[in-house]
Structure formats: structure tokens, C-alpha cells
């Protein structure tokens, strides 16, 4: 009776040891790379709001945090020729030449009309030269020739002047606030946003307030999104290295690395030498998990990063190690 009890406790440790390890595989200690979704997808996007986008073959659809194919390619989005992540509670897809939107049960609720698209933030989506409400409503109607998402209230937006294109930013009521000034614009994070200034091939980067100032002085060469978690990738001349500085201008991950993204949960994901592997290290400038990817979209997002092993390879997700060192 002993026996056959060791045996059962036995094998139902064993059943919650595959259950629970389903999907993940712990390359090793040093790596601290595990899998939450084994490569398997010909295009992954990162997770948004608990889904992510995936493709295989020709067919788009949207997965958990297990893997698990939520739509299932039935109805309108299995002739969709794209699809986007969901920003707040709904998505853009693309049919027939048009975009239109669903929500998270996928279900049309702005019909596919228009010839461009964004993702809703803070309530409004740019189809290029104007923005719409959730009920693809125009609300600011087209006075530039481009524009970019809302951000912290603002959104960047571009006019050609004279062949010259000439960027700044307007509020939620389509009031400029920041007058087109700069070569280009992107959208504020942390309070700064990223523009430039000077013609395209002698074009410098700085960091502007809400007041149109100068905070960090155009002196760089280029500049990867804007500041994250206090801290932004720039490039200081054209033929040199990535490093971080803070608010301050100051560098406080020296230049080194032939590639970088935005901190995400933590981590940024760099290159560190030419046409090499990608990974990620902390804010101290050290890797967390080694140079290893051919290609990586960005970073963590909600606990987990796309990630591809080999070049022309499938896409896959791994978990973050300092949010899994954390439980």
C-alpha cells in the first residue's frame, strides 16, 4: 500500500512538473533565458493588453501568455492581409485595401475605411492626416500632412513648408502648442521629446519640454524612441556607439553598443558588436542575459519579449528573468 502511494505522489508530481513547464524551457542558469513560447510563429508581435498578434502562413491571429490562438482565423480576419496589437481595447486590421478596428471579441466596431492607421492613445487614432474617436468619428481634421500618437496630452504632427518638412506638436483639441520648428518630432515620454534640427544629412538630436525649450541640447546623431524608465539610447556621432544618458545629458552606460532600444521592465535590448547577436543587460550597463538573438522587437512587454534564435528563424517569447527571479 506504501508502495503503490509513493508511486501515486510520484507521478502526480510529475503531472504538475510537465503541466507547469509546458511551453518553457530553461536554456540554462547563466542564460537566464526561458521560454514562455517556443519559437513557432513566421511573425510575432509583442504583448498588449494580455494579447499578442502572430502570423503563420498567410493567417494573422491573437494569442495568451500561453500560446493559446484566441481567434481562431474564422470571419473578417481570416481574410485580413495585417493585423496590429490592441491599444486600449481595440485593433486595427486591414481588408480589402482599408483599415477598420476591432474590439477584444473580435468583432468589427469601426468599419475597415480608411487608407492608414494608428493605435488608439488616449482616446484618438491618427489615420495619417487626421484623428478619430472610437467611434471613427473625425475630430482633428487634416491641417498637417502628417501626424504622430498622443502622448502625455500632445501629439506631434509635420507640415511641408517650401519642400522643407517642419514638425511640432498640437493638444487634444487640434491647437498647435508648439509651433512647426524642427526637421522632425516624435512623441513625449517622461515629460522630453525627442527632435531634430538642421538639414537631413547634418540632422542633430535633443530633447525638448512642453514649452518647445531645449532641455538636452541637439548634439546627437540619433536617438532610439525617447527616454524610458529615465533613461534614453543615443547615438553621439555617425560612425560611433550606443550608450544611455539621463535627463541631465549626462551618460551614465557609456557608449558601446552597435544597437540599442528603450528600457522596457528593466532591461534594454542591445547589439553589442557589428552584425552580431543581440541581448539584454540592466541599467548598470550589464548583460542579464548574453548576446544570443539574431533579432529582438524592442523588449519586455508585459513580462514577455519576442525574440528570434536564428536568422530567417521562427519568432518566439521569452520571460523576463528579474520579474522571474521575483516570485
Known amino acids: 500500500m506504501k508502495v503503490r502511494l509513493f508511486a501515486l505522489l510520484v507521478l502526480t508530481s510529475l503531472a504538475v512538473t510537465l503541466l507547469f513547464s509546458y511551453g518553457r524551457t530553461q536554456t540554462s542558469d547563466k542564460d537566464n533565458v526561458i521560454w514562455q513560447i517556443e519559437p513557432q510563429f513566421d511573425q510575432a508581435f509583442q504583448f498588449s493588453e494580455g494579447l499578442a498578434v502572430v502570423r503563420n502562413g498567410g493567417n ?19 481574410h485580413a492581409t495585417f493585423a496590429d496589437n490592441f ?4 485593433a486595427a486590421i486591414k481588408y480589402e485595401g482599408k483599415w477598420g478596428y476591432i474590439n477584444k471579441q473580435f468583432k468589427i466596431v469601426i468599419n475597415p475605411q480608411f487608407y492608414d492607421r494608428g493605435s488608439f492613445s488616449e482616446g484618438l487614432a491618427c489615420m495619417r492626416t487626421f484623428y478619430i474617436n472610437k467611434k471613427g468619428e473625425t475630430v482633428i481634421r487634416n491641417t498637417f500632412d502628417w501626424g504622430g500618437d498622443f502622448s502625455e496630452g500632445l501629439a506631434d504632427v509635420h ?5 522643407k518638412t517642419k514638425a511640432g506638436f498640437i493638444n487634444k483639441e487640434g491647437k498647435v502648442v508648439i ?3 524642427f526637421a522632425s518630432a516624435y512623441s513625449f515620454r517622461e515629460g522630453l521629446a525627442v527632435v531634430s534640427v538642421g538639414d537631413p544629412l547634418k ?5 525638448i519640454d512642453k514649452e518647445g525649450k531645449f532641455v538636452i541640447e541637439p548634439v546627437f546623431y540619433n ?3 525617447g527616454f524610458y524608465e529615465g533613461l534614453a539610447a543615443v547615438q553621439k556621432d555617425k560612425n560611433g556607439k550606443y550608450g544611455f544618458i539621463n535627463k541631465k545629458g549626462e551618460f551614465v552606460i557609456k557608449p558601446q553598443f552597435e544597437n540599442a532600444y528603450w528600457f522596457c521592465e528593466g532591461l534594454a535590448a ?16 550589464k548583460f542579464v542575459i548574453e548576446p544570443q538573438f539574431s533579432w529582438i522587437r524592442y523588449g519586455f512587454y508585459e513580462g514577455l519579449a519576442v525574440v528570434q534564435k536564428e536568422k530567417d528563424g521562427k519568432y518566439g517569447y521569452i520571460k523576463n528573468p528579474l520579474k522571474t527571479s521575483r516570485q
Open 223 to 225: 536617438v532610439s524612441n
Open 60 to 78: 494573422w491571429n491573437y494569442i495568451n501568455k500561453n500560446g493559446k490562438i484566441q481567434y481562431n482565423s474564422f470571419g473578417i480576419l481570416s
Open 270 to 285: 542591445v547589439q553589442k558588436e557589428k552584425d552580431g547577436k543581440m541581448g539584454f543587460i540592466d541599467k548598470e550597463g
Open 203 to 207: 540632422r542633430k538630436y535633443g530633447f
Open 87 to 90: 491599444s486600449e481595447g481595440l
Open 159 to 163: 507640415v511641408i513648408v517650401e519642400g
Open 179 to 181: 509651433e512647426p520648428q
